[in-house]
């Protein structure tokens, strides 16, 4: 079956909770989402860049309101700090209060340190204390703690879905050794999520794309990802019919 075969119906209606939504990555899968009928969390602790999607949001909105097109759900900014345990209890608390839980959680949000020279690697030596452990809290720490609280309410309505961003630099790659780290962790939660959460029907999945033209890198190459066609791969296949899932796949230009 081919993913644009996918009717967009199944996600119509559902909520979805995406952090690192004022990325370039973040916010492809916000408006991928809220294309396909979902109600949008955009979760961030970059308060302009939400307030860019947000209007963006309004745009796009006002144009499917002139085509009479009614299946697009909205995005409702929410700041949230992943290093915060307390700041992820009241952002999920407000979700809860506001739109009845999430049924699906997207973590793309990354916390990297470039070099010093501005380039996109920074030797594991050069990593300050705090460093390390502000890329630990986000990285490492949050998405944990953001599945258990969404997963109790999943299990409850007997839906949800899952998606932890990776990387291809998972196995570990000189420079990025912290951000590598990071992603193979992902992956393992990933797939333990699966295991224990599939008789609930809910999926856990990791997608691990190869370089994409964001933010991130701070370069930019001809060959790397366009982030919109990541993000509609992995809505794709968040829309697949109970009974299939994609554990973990990789996306390369």
């Not at 506001?98 to 020279?117: R, T």
Request: proline share 4%; charged share 15%.
């Amino acid at each position: 079956m081919n993913a644009h075969d996918i009717p967009g119906s199944a996600l119509t209606g559902r909520v979805a909770l995406v952090t690192g939504a004022a990325g370039g990555l973040g916010s492809a899968l916000c408006h991928a989402l809220a294309s396909r009928g979902a109600t949008v969390i955009a979760c961030d602790v970059d308060e302009e860049g939400l307030q860019r999607l947000a209007a963006g949001n309004i745009a796009e909105q006002s144009r499917r309101d002139e085509s009479n097109d009614e299946s697009s759900g909205g995005i409702h900014a929410l700041r949230m700090n992943l290093a915060d345990a307390e700041d992820i209890q009241r952002g999920l608390q407000t979700v809860g209060r506001e739109h009845g839980g999430a049924d699906i959680l997207i973590h793309a949000a990354v916390l990297h340190f470039v070099g010093d020279d501005g380039h996109e690697g920074r030797a594991f030596a050069h990593h300050s204390p705090q460093q390390v452990l502000e890329t630990l809290a986000v990285n490492v720490t949050g998405p944990p703690l953001l599945a258990q609280l969404v997963c109790g309410g999943m299990t409850e309505r007997r839906w949800g879905r899952i998606v932890l961003v990776g990387s291809m630099h998972r196995t570990g790659t000189p420079g990025l050794v912290m951000y590598a780290a990071a992603k193979a962790f992902l992956n393992t939660l990933a797939r333990g999520l699966f295991l224990e959460l599939r008789e609930h029907n809910i999926v856990a999945a990791v997608a691990n794309p190869g370089g994409m033209n964001t933010r991130l890198h701070g370069f930019r190459y001809p060959w790397m990802l366009d982030p919109a066609v990541v993000a509609e791969t992995i809505v794709n296949l968040l829309a697949l019919p109970d009974g299939v899932a994609a554990l973990s796949f990789e996306m390369v230009p």
